[in-house]
């Protein structure tokens, strides 16, 4: 199953996963493979190979209509301008890194990792601030000192530190091998007041983060939750003030399910959503109700204010099976125009207002800010693009959803953090109308026009050659607009065994020569993307490329 999903999130209550997040007996693990030399493939110019051709089978790409915006088709064509900038690469610490505590989980196996790390290259690493941990007991009790531990470590190891302002729960999404709720003292008013949580249309709450309805109204102990975020951002900066901008270089502001800015539309805890179903629409809760009704007022149209569309289906639904999200559906017409219009920008309101506060606290501090937006590839190649709409990316075939999030970045001077960067598309089931290639074209032409630095991550663990080769194809740009930094998910024991541990050590070597494209000799993914292919099709016939 390829999705996009990752949760920042993990410990209380550790689950047996097949993909562990956690780093145990690294520290017996200090002898690391050597790196064999390895194979260059040149070309006499950037046009003469191209290893990711987009796959766009299943796209209708014929005019139907006048004036159809194709957005998913832009592509730079300035092929004599490419850069070659370094790309410094970041790795993930587990979830649980630290502990209920609030203590520095197993930190003899933190220090031989970050050691490791350090040998292998990297820039340094990131990490998740739990609300659930740091203020877990009471409101403005934060207790900062297992995150203070690892700051002194990652410094004496020489390393950077991105920090996730992590405002969600843990547990419940792809790759959540671990559980942290939001602070005891906050569910205690969730408890009373249900609607401070995003709800279905059945009326299934999700506490996974508090709705946006209520960020402006003092629900949680006499504090809007934007104040809360707020003076536990301004807690943060006053006790490592001393080290941001120097061995904390970034700041990702959380602004949702998984940190990042959408609405909860796909969770995955207890079977609720299945990939690639096109997930729900999460504005029943009675504040995101009252919001509906008084723009629907506004517009005169009080009948559009009573609730979502009643015909969007459920979580795990295919938009032609329903009405709202077919492809000449409800979704295009002035009723689902104003919805969508009404639900994306709710979203991108909660964006601002957080984003305003963390630019207010850090501005001055030599921290950068970042923001993250979900890759949500699974529908991309139909009209409506399904499961993008009910997360909250009004992005369609008529309508780009991502430059109005690129220039609300902008706004505050913040980094658009992506995923997906390592999936292509023939990886993808064709039934699910995927194009994740497509979707970070449409994403790096937005943040290009923006005028906004792009990061990125991985979606899923990947230790590949393929992974490596399309996100060293994708942090490239011909025309000004690659990627300013990587981010690996994530660092457990798997990592260390040799070949991905050399597999690493080469994308990081890689990136910090600006992309420059060294293969593998082998590569599991079953992609043409490896020496041994090059040397089997003698690769000069075709491209003009030699093995050197």
Known sequence: MSLTLHSSTSFINKKETKNSRTHDDISNMTCFAQTKPSFHLKAKNSKEIQFFAPNMEGRNINNEEEGEKLHVLTTSTHSNNSRTTKVPVFVMLPLDTINIGGNLNKPRAMNASLMALKSAG?????????????????PLKYNWDGYYELVKMVQEHGLKLQVVMSFHQCGGNVGDSCSIPLPPWVLEEISKNPDLVYTDRSGRRNPEYISLGCDLLPVIRGRTPIQVYTEFMRSFRERFKNYLGDVIVEIQVGMGPCGELRYPSYPESNGTWRFPGIGEFQCYDKYMKASLAAAAEAKGKNDWGRGGPHDSGQYNQFPEDTGFFKRDGTWNNEYGQFFLEWYSGKLLEHGDRILGSAEGIFRGTGAKLSGKVAGIHWHYNTRSHAAELTAGYYNTRHRDGYLPIARMFAKHGVVFNFTCMEMRDGEQPQSANCSPEGLVRQVKKATQIAGIELAGENALERYDGGGYAQVLATSKSESGNGLSAFTYLRLNKRL????????????????????????????????????????????KKTAEAVVV
């Open 496 to 539: 260390f065994e040799p070949e991905n541990w050399r597999n690493l050590v080469e994308f990081v070597k890689n990136m910090s020569e600006g992309g420059k494209t060294r293969l593998p000799e082998c590569d599991t993914s079953r992609t043409d993307l490896y020496v041994g292919f090059v040397k089997e099709s003698h690769a």
């Open 122 to 138: 990297v820039e340094g690493v990131m990490v998740d601030c739990w609300w659930g941990l740091v203020e877990k007991d009471g």
